[in-house]
């Protein structure tokens, strides 16, 4: 599990409840040399501390729904690295007003925002990541159950969530000649920003401890484990996979009593 001298990107810090950043946490305590990213100057005053606790090697804007932007990031990271090992892949976003009600009342730009944003973002990284890649690496997203199975209130997330599986499984294809392994974690409901944002979250996050197969909710920790198994040589034929991380929630069909 060592990462010594691995270096990665991690994308989706909003604060120290993030998943990205129990990840980032994980890795860096196994050695590995991490550039975050952050989104504005907003979430710059809640990145940049936790940065700086990891001595982390460099801190770039990147906003995935400006043209260019990610480009420009793995510009910024040429200048500094000449390859990579790994990227984490842990942001997403749709409108809240439209992660309450029915998903048939999703309008189109928010629609199209969504699938950008949580979606196409992750192909783009990997376009981009692969060519600093050249012995190979791993690529990580997050997804969620609500690809799968209709959640209440997910709507629009949902479907972003089911193109970016879909996405996951095309591109481990497209890159696994070049050694580049491409998977997502499937991660249990979470107290964090990004969940908060999805009405009765914590109906959710209360039906899942009480159904799960293990009676609780996944921790931070336990991501980050399952995120430093798929970063590591350890998982080095593992490819276009979608690894639950929830607890055994997403194998339960009708809840006992």
Same mark, same amino acid.
């Given at each position: 599990?060592? &990462? $010594? ?7 989706? !810090?909003?604060?120290? %409840?993030? #998943?990205?950043?129990?990840?980032? @946490? =994980? ?16 979430? &710059? $005053? ?7 606790? !990891?001595?982390?090697? %460099?801190? #770039?804007?990147?906003?995935?729904? @400006? =043209? ?39 309008? =189109? ?39 799968? =199975? ?108």
């Amino acid at each position: 599990m060592n &990462l $010594k001298d691995k270096k990665g990107i991690i994308f989706g !810090i909003a604060n120290d %409840h993030s #998943i990205a950043w129990g990840i980032t @946490e =994980k890795l860096n305590s196994f050695g590995a040399n991490i550039a975050l990213t952050y989104q504005n100057d907003t979430l &710059l $005053k809640r990145v940049e501390p936790l940065a700086k606790k !990891i001595n982390a090697e %460099h801190l #770039i804007q990147c906003d995935f729904a @400006e =043209k260019n932007s990610i480009k420009n990031c793995f510009n910024a990271i040429k200048k500094k690295w000449e390859n990579i090992d790994f990227v984490v892949h842990a942001a997403a976003f749709s409108d809240k007003n439209e992660l309450n009600g029915k998903y048939v009342e999703t309008s =189109k730009e928010n629609f199209t925002n969504t699938l950008n944003i949580s979606c196409f973002s992750f192909t783009e990284i990997s376009k981009y990541a692969s060519e600093m890649m050249p012995n190979g690496g791993s690529l990580l997203t997050m997804s969620f159950y609500g690809a799968n =199975k209709v959640m209440p209130n997910y709507n629009v997330m949902g479907i972003a969530k089911a193109a970016l599986e879909t996405s996951v499984k095309y591109l481990s294809v497209d890159l696994g000649n070049k050694n580049i392994r491409v998977n997502a974690i499937s991660a249990g409901p979470m107290r964090t920003l990004a969940g908060s944002a999805i009405a009765n979250a914590r109906e959710v996050y209360k039906h899942t401890e009480k159904n799960s197969a293990l009676k609780r909710n996944v921790k931070l920790e336990e991501l980050g484990n399952s995120a430093l198994y798929l970063v590591s040589d350890m998982s080095k034929a593992v490819t276009g996979e979608i690894h639950y991380v929830d607890c055994g929630f997403n194998i339960i069909g009708m809840p006992q009593d």
